[in-house]
C-alpha cells in the first residue's frame, strides 16, 4: 500500500540558506506574538510599499494591461499596490491561520454555498475542489476542518530546504502531497480510496495545453480533469474573496457540469476551458486579489 510522502528537498544547503531560514523562524516567532488583524495588516503595508518596486512587478504591470486594455495607468497601478498588499497580508496570515479554528478569529471566516458542498459530500464520490490564488488560498483548508471533513492538497518545495518542514506543517487534517509524479500517482491512490482533493489550477505547467484565459492562451494543468473523468468526481469550485478588517468569505459553487463525449482530449479541453472562464469571472471581480504576478502567459 502506497503511503503518504514525506517532504523531500532537492538540493543541497548553502550558507545563504542558513541565513534566509533564521530569519523566516524569527519572523514566524514575532508573528506569532501579534493578533490576527494586526500582523495581516502588517503584512499588507509592507508588501504594498516596497513590492511594486520588485522586479516581479514588471511582469504584473504586463499582465494586468494585457488583461485590462482599457484600464489607466493609475488604476493599474491601483490594482498592483492590491496585489502586493494580498500578498502581504496573506504571507503574514499563513502562521496564524490555526486561529481560524477557534476562539473570537473563528468570526472572521464567513462561508457561503453550503448547500452545494453537501451535496457534492452526500454523493459518496471522491470531491475535487478546485480554485484558485484568490484572497488568502490557505483558507479553504482551515473551512473543510471548520465544517467536518478534510482535503488532500497539493504543495511546491520552498526553494530552501530548511524551510521545507516549516512548509508542509499542517494543523488541519488532510495530506499535503508534493507536486511532481510521485505526488500525481499518491493523489490517484487517495481518490481510488473516496479521499477529497483540492487544487490551485491557476499557475502555469509547461506541460499542460493550451487553454483561453483572458482572450490569450495560457498553459494550463489537466490533473483536475483527468481526475474527473477517471472517477467521476464532482469538480466543486470554490472561490476565497478577502473582505476588510482581514475577513474572509469562502464561497462553494455548484459542481461544475460537464458532459463526457468519451473523447478523452476534446472532454479534458471543454473542462480546462469551462474551469479558466470561471476563473477568469472571478478574477475580473476583484483584480487587485489575484497573484498577477507570476508568468501565467507566454511572453
Not at 476534446?266 to 487587485?288: F, H, Q
Request: charge should be positive; include cysteine; aromatic fraction near 10%.
Amino acid at each position: 500500500m502506497t503511503e503518504q510522502i514525506e517532504p523531500v528537498s532537492y538540493r543541497k544547503v548553502t550558507p545563504l540558506d542558513y541565513l534566509s531560514a533564521g530569519c523566516a523562524y524569527a519572523g514566524m516567532f514575532l508573528l506569532r506574538l501579534l493578533p490576527f488583524g494586526v500582523a495581516s495588516a502588517l503584512g499588507g503595508v509592507l508588501a504594498s510599499t516596497f513590492g511594486p518596486m520588485l522586479k516581479p512587478s514588471k511582469t504584473a504591470r504586463r499582465n494586468l494591461v494585457a488583461a485590462f486594455p482599457d484600464k489607466h495607468e493609475a488604476e493599474i497601478e491601483m490594482i498592483l499596490r492590491e496585489v502586493w498588499e494580498t500578498l502581504g497580508r496573506t504571507a503574514f496570515e499563513w502562521p496564524l491561520m490555526h486561529r481560524l479554528l477557534h476562539g473570537s478569529d473563528q468570526n472572521r471566516l464567513e462561508i457561503e454555498g453550503r448547500e452545494h458542498l453537501d451535496t457534492a459530500l452526500a454523493s459518496g464520490k471522491s470531491v475535487l475542489f478546485f480554485g484558485a490564488h484568490l484572497g488568502n488560498w490557505e483558507v479553504p483548508p482551515v473551512a473543510a476542518a471548520l465544517l467536518g471533513f478534510s482535503v488532500n492538497s497539493f504543495y511546491r518545495a520552498p526553494n530552501n530546504p530548511l524551510l521545507l518542514n516549516l512548509f508542509t506543517q499542517r494543523k488541519t487534517p488532510g495530506e499535503l502531497i508534493p507536486k511532481g509524479a510521485a505526488g500525481a500517482k499518491r493523489a490517484f491512490t487517495l481518490l481510488k480510496k473516496g479521499k477529497h482533493l483540492g487544487i490551485l489550477v491557476d499557475q502555469k505547467l509547461n506541460d499542460g495545453i493550451a487553454v483561453p484565459f483572458f482572450g490569450r492562451d495560457a498553459m494550463t494543468g489537466t490533473a483536475l480533469a483527468e481526475f474527473a473523468l477517471r472517477f467521476d468526481a464532482p469538480m466543486v469550485p470554490i472561490r476565497c474573496v478577502r473582505l476588510p478588517g482581514a475577513r474572509f468569505k469562502l464561497i462553494f459553487h455548484e459542481p461544475l457540469k460537464v458532459s463526457a463525449t468519451g473523447e478523452r482530449k476534446t472532454d479534458v479541453r471543454v473542462i480546462m476551458t469551462a474551469v479558466n472562464e470561471l476563473l477568469e469571472s472571478w478574477i475580473r471581480e476583484t483584480p487587485g486579489q489575484w497573484l498577477w504576478l507570476h508568468r501565467r502567459w507566454p511572453d
